[in-house]
């Protein structure tokens, strides 16, 4: 089946492929710099231009400049000047690009080649970064040795792979590579630890989603991957929170970021969480996160075993002891002894995970203690939950990322969107005989302006345009409605619970109507007049979503939302 690729490339992380829409007639490449498209082509005499277009930003030029930096500051330390040289050894092919008989045949090889020498090079910064003054003395941990070995039997054996598939037939030596590639992150193998881990009850969400359209969300990706990546020191951040309004995109840009790590073997943990989901609970989350990490590290592994060995009820304890005894003490051991990369964990949706009452705990946990664990860097995404935002603003060793719907780059992202997703209506409706262009530049961008940043909104435009009978007749229709965003304000505004106070949702009620009636402007002396001071607290958070889309993109709410309330 012919497929398309894209080849991403991050300045901080290497080269990753991606596969997408398996539709195109041909193999299609396209190349993003750090999420910025660079060029697309169909056929191979274009790839090769392309390909020499990128080595500034993954190739051998960056692998060369580390080798000179390391050099210069670490004459001794020969075991790792031998890792880059190898790198770049590896890397020597792409001087004989120009004979490369067909893409297809070693896109798999060059594949691991590049997640291994992001990984290899985020090894390398975090040891160069990292108790530099004892490696001064000629020291270097045997484990670490170990692992520049493997790195090194790794990139010997891609060599040889790419040699294979360049001279004979497609590189299906891929899973071999591979297998080689993840050997310093083995997974949990022993049966009895696994059997032991078990204990732990994890649970399972699910994290089969899409991420981001390519080429949109490069800014942030971009940011969150450079922040996730920098190397630890004793002071610096390790806790992310990116924060934005429903349906800004935050779960798709957490999935992204997910995929990135996962591909480079540096996932610890990703939970999703999700409201109508019940193991969406508070109460499960530091034992899957436990869990996983075992699961990700053998040497994890066997910490976390041991302390489930001398505390057999630790299942049953408090999140605040299951976090010192499965978290943070293994963690702890684990580091005095290894130099390491990051291990990414992912908590996307925190304002899904149980309730206001229910999360107290873990949010307080996660404001005051996540920042101790070593090793870890962990991203959250969530709204800004009066609860969240409250804990997570105060505390200054946590990195506050907002989405904000309204910048030129979200507006032309979903720009972006709308197009891509136009293509597949036209497509699913080839029976209109739709041109090419439909449904053309001026309505795309009506579309992208009604959207006003949320990108829910123009994915639920554009279900509704898949799914009609008639997609001009419904593109009309939708862009003479206007932003029909009531559905999505209903939601959003009823999540937050607070309607079940009788008192407080008659005032708000009345509040809402005389706003959107234009006896009183929407401000908040306005709101602290109905509402009074105690409630003001509670309308700033649930309301706090749905005006603030109003205001963005300047559109007046309807009644009809705030009947969906009550
Ligand atoms: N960059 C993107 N590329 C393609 N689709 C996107 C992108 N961002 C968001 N979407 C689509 O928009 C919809 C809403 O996005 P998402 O669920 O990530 O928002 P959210 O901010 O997490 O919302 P909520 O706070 O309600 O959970 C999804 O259906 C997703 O498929």
Same mark, same amino acid.
């Given at each position: ?7 991403? #490339? ?5 080269? $990753?492929?991606?596969k997408?829409?398996?539709? *195109? ?27 020499n277009?990128l080595?500034?930003?993954? !190739?051998?030029?960056?692998? @060369? ?5 390391v ?5 001794? +330390?020969?075991?790792i ?6 790198? #770049? ?18 896109? !798999? =090889?060059?594949?691991?080649?590049? $997640? ?24 270097? /941990? ?12 790794? &990139? +010997?054996?891609?060599k040889?792979?790419?040699?294979? *598939? ?7 030596? /891929?899973?071999? %590579?591979? +297998? @080689? ?5 083995? =997974? ?55 924060? !934005? ?13 997910? $995929? ?15 409201r ?27 910490? @976390?075993?041991? %302390? ?5 009820? @630790? ?7 299951? &976090? ?19 291990t ?16 107290r ?26 609860d /969240?935002?409250? %804990? ?5 060793? /946590? =990195? ?57 909104? *123009? ?18 229709h ?22 079940? +106070?009788?008192? &407080?949702?008659?005032?708000?009620? *009345? ?8 006896? #009183? ?41 705030a009947?969906?309330?009550?």
């Open positions: 089946m012919p497929q398309t690729y894209s080849l991403h #490339v991050h300045s901080v992380s290497g080269i $990753q492929w991606r997408k829409w398996p539709i *195109a007639p041909n193999l299609e490449v396209a190349i993003n710099v750090d999420g910025i498209p660079m060029a697309q082509t169909h056929r191979k005499r274009d790839f090769v231009p392309m390909w277009s080595l500034p930003f993954g !190739g051998p030029t960056s692998v @060369i400049g580390l080798q000179l930096v050099k210069k500051q670490q004459n001794t +330390d020969q075991s000047v031998q890792l880059i040289n190898a790198m #770049v050894d590896v890397y020597s092919f792409t001087k004989d690009v120009n004979s490369l008989p067909d893409i297809e045949r070693i896109e !798999g =090889v060059v594949s691991v080649i590049v $997640q291994e020498t992001a990984r290899c090079a985020l090894f390398i910064r975090e040891y160069t970064a990292h108790g530099f003054a004892a490696r001064l003395v000629g020291q270097i /941990i045997s484990q670490d040795t170990q692992k520049i070995q493997d790195f090194m039997a790794a &990139f +010997d054996k891609h040889q792979s790419l040699d294979w *598939a360049l001279g004979v037939h497609i590189a299906f030596t /891929i899973n071999n %590579a591979r +297998d @080689i590639a993840q050997c310093s992150l083995e =997974v949990a193998k022993d049966t009895q630890q696994l059997e032991i881990l078990k204990n732990l009850n994890p649970v399972k969400m699910n994290s089969n989603r899409d991420g981001c359209l390519p080429g949109t969300r490069r800014d942030i990706l971009s940011l969150i991957i450079t922040e996730l990546t920098k190397p630890v020191s004793a002071n610096s951040q390790n806790v992310f929170w990116l924060y !934005g309004v429903a349906g800004a995109g935050k779960s798709t840009i957490a999935t992204s970021i997910c $995929q990135t790590f996962n591909a480079l073997g540096l996932l610890g943990a990703s939970l999703f969480f999700t109508s989901n019940e193991v969406s609970s508070p109460s499960f989350v530091i034992r899957t996160i436990a869990y996983s990490l075992a699961k990700s590290n053998t040497q994890m592994a066997s910490e @976390i075993c041991l %302390a489930m060995h001398q505390h057999p009820h @630790i299942i049953d304890a408090s999140i605040e002891d299951q &976090f010192q005894r499965l978290l943070l003490e293994p963690l702890m051991n684990h580091a005095r002894d290894h130099i390491h990369g990051p990414i964990i992912i908590l996307d949706a925190l304002d899904e995970c149980g309730d206001l009452e229910s999360r705990r873990l949010i307080s946990l996660i404001s005051n203690r996540f920042t101790t664990l070593p090793l870890l860097r962990i991203l959250i995404t969530s709204r800004p939950d009066l /969240i935002a409250a %804990a997570f603003r105060k505390q200054s060793s /946590i =990195v506050k990322m907002p989405l904000d719907i309204a910048t030129p780059t979200s507006l032309e992202d979903i720009r972006l969107y709308i197009d891509a997703e136009m293509m597949d209506v036209r497509q699913m409706h080839f029976s209109w005989d739709l041109d090419p262009t439909w449904p053309g530049e001026e309505k795309i961008n009506a579309l992208g302006t009604l959207a006003a940043g949320l990108f829910i909104w *123009a994915s639920t435009a554009t279900k509704y345009l898949r799914n009609a009978h008639d997609p001009n007749d419904a593109l009309d939708l862009l003479k409605k206007g932003s029909d965003l009531d559905a999505l304000y209903a939601v959003a505004l009823r999540s937050t619970k607070f309607w079940e +106070d009788r008192t &407080f949702a008659e005032r708000a009620q *009345a509040c809402l109507a005389a706003v959107v009636l234009g006896k #009183v402007p929407m401000s908040d002396t306005t709101i602290n007049a109905l509402l009074g001071l105690d409630a003001k607290k509670i309308l700033c958070t649930c309301l706090f979503q749905a005006w603030m889309c109003i205001a963005v993109s300047s559109r007046k709410i309807c009644p009809n939302t009947c969906f309330l009550w």
